[in-house]
């Protein structure tokens, strides 16, 4: 599986808090009926002092955020379903059309680290099943293990969470609409090492996930696509950043999902990439992008885009990008993916400077001719200022009063040095050195031609 289709990264970089017990969050949505989202529950945990949401696997089965219930013990833990609106729920008192039932055991994810948090996914087991035979609770499907869910596929996220930052939750179940994101929209949102279990969206209108929301369903075309797990801290609860779900469907969540105490783990990566180039950035000057240091890697990746626009530039294996004369004005960015069994893991460079428009001619120069038994050994030198980009070289000789010239062939010696050899005409031969950049600016001046006997 790999995410490199991504129409990808943004100007949606954001800086964002981790997630808590707390975090996130939905603010501003619909006030919504159960039986329009039976899967929803809520989960009172008296042991961390929370309220979280879940969604129903099964009747003993719930999957909800690993730091819903981190202190992984069962103690304390109740999951309440059926019900659209849960302030009149207590422990031993059910309004009617809901049911409850404690935690049995709880497992969570063997990747979960609480400061990131990666691999923020749970799974809690209860001590008695729910009825799902009525329309207020029901089970929902997993998304299909593997499946990407492309940038602008519109999700619902629900959940019985606060209304605003600051304003108290109600009790009441609500949803929201949002709108799924290329991974790299949310590289700053996300520790690196955490990128391969995530899923990237953004509100759609005002409603946007809040604190409370927590572990609650992030569900598409009936299935469930990811859990709620981290909020950015630049504008909690507005829904104008985006929202980081735990994807369910990608290789190392779904294998622990389904069981698995030792679930393939996505590569994870030690040493951050980098982005080098001429400064600024020109036509024709490649771009170059270093992987990083990254452990478990079985294949790499690299997408280059316009971090002011999202538009992707160049997607592959190649880890250095050209800008033509139409990138003029991009601000270049290079998202690298690694990937494994375990999954696909993102990480993203800097950005550089506006690509340039390159004004600069090379600089070039006959250094000397000569000539033997018709044959020409021309030394020569050649370099552009301003650019890295690959330089045309082109050499030829032509006899006086001949229609055509001969090509002679050129080959790199060392730094700035170049010889080209060949078989020419006898007689008074023109030698003429022509040199142009990858932005097409050509070399002039008095030191590119020479006139030479041939015996």
């Known amino acids: ?37 039976p899967w929803q529950v809520y989960i009172a945990n008296t042991a961390l002092g929370v309220g979280c949401g879940g969604a129903v696997l099964g009747e003993r089965v719930i999957l909800t955020a690993a730091h819903c219930v981190e202190h992984n013990s069962p103690a304390g833990v109740t999951v309440v379903a059926g019900l659209s609106d849960v302030s009149r729920w207590a422990p031993g008192r059910t309004p009617p059309g809901g049911q409850s039932a404690a935690a049995a055991s ?136 985006p929202d980081v779900y735990v994807d369910v469907a990608a290789p190392e969540i779904r294998a622990f999902i389904d069981g698995s105490d030792t679930p393939p783990m996505a590569p994870r990566l030690s040493g951050r990439p980098g982005l080098s180039s001429v400064d600024p950035p020109v036509v024709g000057s490649p771009l170059r992008c270093t992987p990083g240091t990254w452990s478990g890697a079985d294949s790499i990746t690299y997408t280059f885009v316009d971090a002011a626009t999202g538009s992707v530039l160049q997607s592959g294996s190649r880890a250095t990008f050209a800008p033509t004369r139409a990138h003029v004005g991009a601000t270049v960015m290079c998202v690298v993916q690694a990937a ?79 010889v080209a050899t060949g078989r020419v005409p006898r007689g008074t031969v023109v030698v003429r050195l022509r040199v142009s950049d990858a932005a097409g600016n050509r070399a002039t001046g008095g030191f590119l031609t020479r006139t030479v006997r041939v015996r």
């Open 1 to 37: 599986m790999t995410r490199s289709a991504l129409a990808l990264l943004t100007a949606l970089l954001i800086a964002a808090a981790p997630a808590s017990a707390a975090s996130p969050r939905i603010a501003g949505g619909a006030a919504t009926g159960i039986a329009a989202v």
């Open 106 to 241: 709880v497992r969570l994810h063997p990747g979960y680290l609480a400061d990131q948090p990666a691999d923020d996914i749970a799974v809690i087991t209860l001590a008695a099943p729910l009825d799902l035979s009525g329309p207020l609770t029901r089970a929902i499907p997993l998304a299909p293990a593997g499946a990407v869910v492309a940038p602008g596929t519109r999700l619902l996220v629900s959940g019985y969470g606060q209304q605003g930052a600051d304003t108290p939750s109600d009790g009441r179940l609500y949803s929201a609409p949002v709108s799924a994101l290329p991974d790299s929209a949310c590289l700053s949102t996300l520790a690196p090492n955490r990128t391969a279990g995530a899923l990237c969206a953004v509100a759609v209108g005002a409603g946007a996930p809040c604190f409370g929301d927590s572990g609650g369903p992030l569900v598409g075309d009936g299935v469930l696509v990811g859990i709620v797990s981290t909020g950015a801290s630049d504008a909690p609860c507005s829904g104008r950043s």
């Open 340 to 418: 494994n069994a375990g999954g696909v893991s993102t990480a993203g460079t800097g950005t550089a400077a506006a690509v340039q428009p390159d004004t600069v001619a090379p600089q070039a120069v006959l250094r000397s001719v000569r000539c033997r038994a018709g044959r020409c050994i021309v030394r020569l030198q050649a370099a552009d200022p301003n650019s890295t980009g690959r330089l045309r070289i082109r050499v030829t000789a032509q006899r006086r009063g001949a229609r055509r010239a001969v090509r002679l062939r050129v080959r790199h010696t060392r730094g700035v040095d170049y």
